[in-house]
């Protein structure tokens, strides 16, 4: 459903500001799972809110934005959620964030657009409770790079980038008026001062949460969420929780889930009903970040947004340059993970145990196997401190093993103050992904840690110790090149010492078999070792020319070791991401054909961005309507014997299970000029995809986890080949006949013309992926 449905479910509590959901709400509701998108992923960000929660220890209101679709309904007990609606709406009056969307023609279907301003809104609301100074009239604390990073992970499909960024950054402070493009607000050649006027107007000071007074004395008089009723437990300390699983283990039958952030499903889909959650957000041993001269240690339970703050904060003034290099390089990878609204709900220890029990692809588990982190577990009643590389090569845990901290520890270069020799610690992060900001699982991670000697004595920079740790993809989890290390080790980087290492990286991380693009990640892995290394190679007497690894004549210089030391302080220096490239849109209108050209605003564009408008999916459904799933072939040209499901019998809440043989007359789905298709594969599936049968049940969750559950038998035998080529499908006579009207009408005679021509083609072969003239059968 659409971001708006969040909106109308609790329209008595949120229209004009928020929706408040306490025990009085939870009575109201099934408080099983909140469900008001489809997509159930976390990737496009459409249905993202904004989470207020009341702290009444230090009393403060702390404000994110997660996605609803992820969101289990009774985790928000005693929060606050604010919608587009709540943001600005018809009735109540547009928000100055919804008013430059319309006036910069940011929103085209409108679909992803509530989203969009909920999270611009949430950026505004949090940049205003920082120190920084007071903006100008109708601009916020907010700076550009905050305010395009705030968009980040919401996806849009149709409008493009541009003129959504241009609404966002029109409230920094910073930003340049020229960079703004094509709008409805003012006219070429206007200046600043003019266009600033033009604006809707925006007072920064208005840019706060509304979390009501009557929930912050509810959760001062310690108001919870009744258990008993919903059977959601929120333990308050590792002794319950242990009492909770002892429970649950003497009961058979009971399928138990313990939460955090419920973001895994996005990417491992809930395919079975839970009659128990367990909540462990309340947790203070779960909960804690401790920073002392040995490191940092973060609470399984949090998110990693706040792990992210930690990592980042300026408390760190007992650590060495060398730790708050390393946690910097570590906070700055984990804001490539996800996106905002997921890693404010995600947890570090959720992501870990993913990655342990289910070989997640996780970035986290990677960058943190170089520094040696330390895990604590729990295994019923027995406390186990392990290393990172322990913990992931053990076998999966089960749901009794829970996941306490995990501890980074503090790292400092050796020093030999009496040694001729200088030592520098690198670590550096790496990640290749579809998108960069997150969003978007990686085609490869790494993470590399390094100590590097530069004597005074001779030229060249020696590997002390590294630890080379890559992503899991050439195994179950990430895993540490130690054959690459033990040859790096002692030896002073040359030209050829780092061709050795590649060739040997290249045969020791190797891609597991059905891998997908299998050269190109390894490739990958054999780039990021290069740009970590090459730097700090000695090229002078063994590369011809004055450039080398993107470095010029410089690396020549004389004093060559102060150049080493120089590029090992640039690889430790920060990275500057870049979103958007600044530019000025000029476009040259004519009023030759007036009004065509002009700015005019989109009808509708208003109620699309407070998420008013309606689609579809907003349209309830009429009662007692029954939902449908496809259950598709997975294999492709065989025969289909029968279709049963795993449990025996149809799953709860299967209506009926319709086929080929229970249409009555024709099993049509389609007509073309090419044919008739029909509905359902009659006896024999053509490709895989091919459907075979509808699962109708009372609920689309019903429907769709029925379809999951569907065992099909095939039967291959005494079938001909399929026809995988034009040759092929020419040997067996296997035409496809064109319509008449699609027949081109021959123009000349070509045959005559060809026979006459004065440069004859004796012999000629053309091949061509695509044939409009034959039918390849599958």
């Excluded at 205003?128 to 499909?157: D, H, M, Q, W, Y």
């Excluded at 520098?424 to 969003?439: S, V």
Aim: aromatic share 8%; net charge negative; with cysteine.
């Amino acid at each position: 459903m659409h971001a708006s449905y969040l909106g109308i479910l609790f329209t008595v509590f949120c229209y004009n500001s928020c929706s408040c959901f306490n025990s009085f709400v939870l009575r109201n509701l099934d408080s099983s799972l909140l469900v008001f998108f489809p997509c159930v992923t976390g990737g496009c960000g459409a249905c993202v809110v904004l989470l207020s929660k009341y702290d009444p220890v230090l009393d403060q209101v702390e404000d994110s934005t997660v996605s609803s679709c992820l969101t289990l309904l009774c985790s928000l007990n005693g929060c606050s959620i604010t919608t587009a609606e709540g943001v600005g709406n018809s009735k109540d009056g547009f928000h100055p964030i919804q008013e430059r969307f319309v006036g910069f023609h940011a929103s085209q279907c409108g679909f992803c657009t509530p989203g969009m301003c909920v999270s611009l809104y949430s950026a505004l609301v949090n940049a205003n409770k920082t120190n920084r100074p007071k903006p100008s009239p109708g601009f916020s604390k907010l700076t550009v790079t905050e305010a395009e990073k705030a968009i980040a992970g919401n996806l849009c499909r149709c409008t493009g980038y541009r003129p959504i960024a241009d609404a966002c950054k029109s409230f920094s402070s910073d930003v340049d008026m020229e960079d703004l493009g094509y709008n409805s607000f003012w006219k070429k050649g206007e200046s600043d001062e003019v266009k600033i006027s033009r604006l809707p107007a925006y007072n920064h000071n208005h840019a706060s949460s509304k979390f009501p007074e009557f929930l912050k004395k509810e959760i001062k008089a310690g108001a919870n969420l009744g258990s008993k009723l919903y059977h959601w437990y929120s333990p308050t300390s590792i002794e319950q929780l242990q009492s909770l699983l002892q429970k649950n283990e003497a009961e058979d039958g009971t399928s138990m889930k313990i939460v955090v952030g419920n973001t895994g499903t996005g990417y491992y889909k809930e395919q079975e009903h839970y009659d128990k959650y367990i909540d462990l957000k309340h947790i203070p041993e779960l909960s804690i970040i401790v920073q002392d001269q040995t490191g940092i240690e973060i609470g399984a339970a949090v998110t990693i947004s706040k792990a992210i703050e930690a990592l980042k904060q300026n408390k760190m003034g007992d650590f060495p340059l060398d730790s708050k290099t390393v946690f910097k390089k570590i906070s700055d990878h984990m804001e490539k993970i996800a996106s905002g609204f997921v890693r404010n709900s995600g947890s570090v220890g959720g992501n870990l145990m993913m990655a342990q029990r289910k070989q997640f692809p996780s970035d986290i588990a990677t960058i943190l196997l170089p520094v040696e982190a330390i895990v604590n577990i729990m295994i019923g009643q027995k406390l186990e401190k392990l290393t990172l590389e322990e913990f992931l090569g053990r076998p999966p845990l089960d749901s009794k093993a829970i996941l306490l901290s995990i501890k980074i520890p503090s790292w400092e270069s050796t020093k030999d103050i009496s040694s001729e020799t200088d030592t520098k610690l690198l670590f550096e992060t790496y990640r290749a992904a579809p998108r960069p900001l997150g969003n978007a699982l990686p085609y490869l991670n790494a993470a590399f840690l390094a100590e590097v000697s530069f004597s005074r004595n001779s030229t060249g920079a020696t590997l002390n110790n590294c630890r080379l740790a890559f992503g899991a993809y050439a195994a179950k989890h990430p895993i540490r090149a130690r054959t690459v290390e033990k040859f790096l080790i002692g030896k002073v980087l040359s030209v050829s010492v780092l061709y050795e290492a590649i060739k040997l990286l290249a045969t020791t991380i190797i891609p597991e078999d059905g891998i997908c693009s299998p050269a190109y990640k390894s490739s990958l892995a054999v780039g990021f070792l290069y740009e970590f290394l090459s730097p700090l190679v000695r090229t002078p007497d063994e590369i011809p020319g004055d450039q080398f690894n993107g470095y010029n004549s410089a690396l020549l210089h004389v004093d060559y070791n102060n150049e080493l030391k120089e590029n090992c302080d640039e690889l430790n220096g920060t990275k500057i991401s870049t979103l958007l490239s600044s530019s000025k849109q000029i476009i040259q209108s004519s009023k030759e054909y007036h009004p065509v050209g002009q700015p005019v605003t989109k009808a509708g564009a208003a109620i699309q961005a407070s998420g008013e408008a309606v689609f579809v999916d907003d349209i309830p459904a009429p009662s007692n309507c029954l939902y449908g799933a496809f259950i598709y072939s997975t294999e492709p040209l065989a025969r289909v014997k029968s279709v049963s499901f795993k449990s025996g019998s149809p799953p709860v809440g299967v209506t009926a299970v319709i086929s080929a043989k229970d249409i009555p007359g024709k099993n049509l789905g389609c007509i073309s000029v090419f044919g008739d298709e029909p509905l359902y594969a009659d006896e024999l599936v053509q490709c895989a995809g091919d459907r075979i049968a509808l699962v109708v049940a009372d609920t689309q969750r019903h429907a769709d986890l029925a379809a999951n559950l569907a065992v099909i038998d095939y039967d291959k035998e005494n079938l001909n080949p399929p026809i995988l080529s034009v040759e092929e499908a020419v040997k067996r006579g296997s035409f496809l006949e064109i319509p008449p009207f699609l027949d081109p009408e021959q123009v000349g005679d070509f045959s005559k013309g060809m026979a006459e021509a004065d440069h004859q083609i004796l012999s000629a072969e053309v091949t061509s992926r695509v044939c409009y003239y034959l039918l390849l059968l599958f």
